[in-house]
């Protein structure tokens, strides 16, 4: 079965801190995977990670997987109260007629003013 | 946005009663996907359309049905409405299926079953 987890469930910071989240995977046939950000509506997509070892940045957020270890870490430099989300992690699987998005549960980060 | 619209937003049913939930597309992507969330689980697919009248099983399926009569529009059915079926219910779409491509997601419908 496949399993993506994801760590903490729940992070309380102030503002200006620095956050690391953490997916963790371990599936049949990995294409890619995915972070998206989500405030009270859609999931909204943040990166797509192929690679190993391959920083994705965008302003304050960079993602980096590592597919040996099979995770993934999303980190925010100098949190603001807008990135208060949840934070999905989802990994692409190969399914026969077209791959499929495995998600975990989400972190839950709420930024303090 | 995406050009994905769903249908109810939001939405109390009776259990035992049939529920349908609609999700339009203006992208003419191939692939569509319905999610349901719920506290502690995150998304979990439940069908997913590969095209026109073509459609395969999630890790959730029982008790729901889908239908794709057109590219734009994937339907989610509850046969017979269920307490365990209340939840929010997210429908994406993805231009391919196997090159690496995000999905986009529309706002949710929230599915109450009392």
């Known amino acids: 079965e496949d399993k993506v987890v994801q760590s903490p469930l729940s992070l309380v910071v102030h503002e200006g801190d620095t956050v690391t989240l953490n997916c963790s995977y371990e599936v049949t046939n990995f294409r890619s995977l995915l972070w998206y950000k989500q405030e009270k509506k859609a999931p909204t997509f943040l990166f797509m990670l192929?690679?190993?070892?391959i920083e994705k940045k965008s302003g304050r957020l960079s993602s980096i997987l590592d597919k040996k270890e099979l995770f993934s870490i999303l980190n925010i430099t100098a949190t603001q109260t807008g990135d208060s989300a949840v934070y999905l992690c989802a990994v692409e699987v190969y399914m026969e007629y077209g791959n499929k998005l495995v998600f975990g549960a989400g972190t839950i980060l709420r930024v303090k003013s | 946005d995406a050009g994905i619209t769903q249908s109810p937003r939001h939405k109390v049913t009776e259990t035992g009663t049939p529920v349908t939930l609609r999700c339009h597309q203006t992208?003419?992507?191939?692939?569509m996907y319905w999610y349901r969330q719920d506290p502690g689980h995150g998304l979990r697919l439940i069908h997913y359309s590969y095209g026109v009248k073509d459609t395969d099983k999630g890790e959730v399926s029982d008790g729901y049905s889908v239908s794709r009569s057109k590219t734009e529009d994937f339907l989610l059915t509850l046969e017979s409405a269920t307490s365990s079926q209340t939840s929010v219910y997210f429908c994406?779409?993805?231009?391919?299926?196997?090159?690496?491509?995000?999905?986009?997601f529309g706002q949710g419908t929230r599915l109450t079953v009392v």
């Open positions: 192929t690679s190993s070892g």
């Open positions: 992208e003419n992507h191939r692939y």
């Open positions: 994406a779409i993805r231009r391919t299926g196997r090159i690496n491509t995000e999905a986009f």
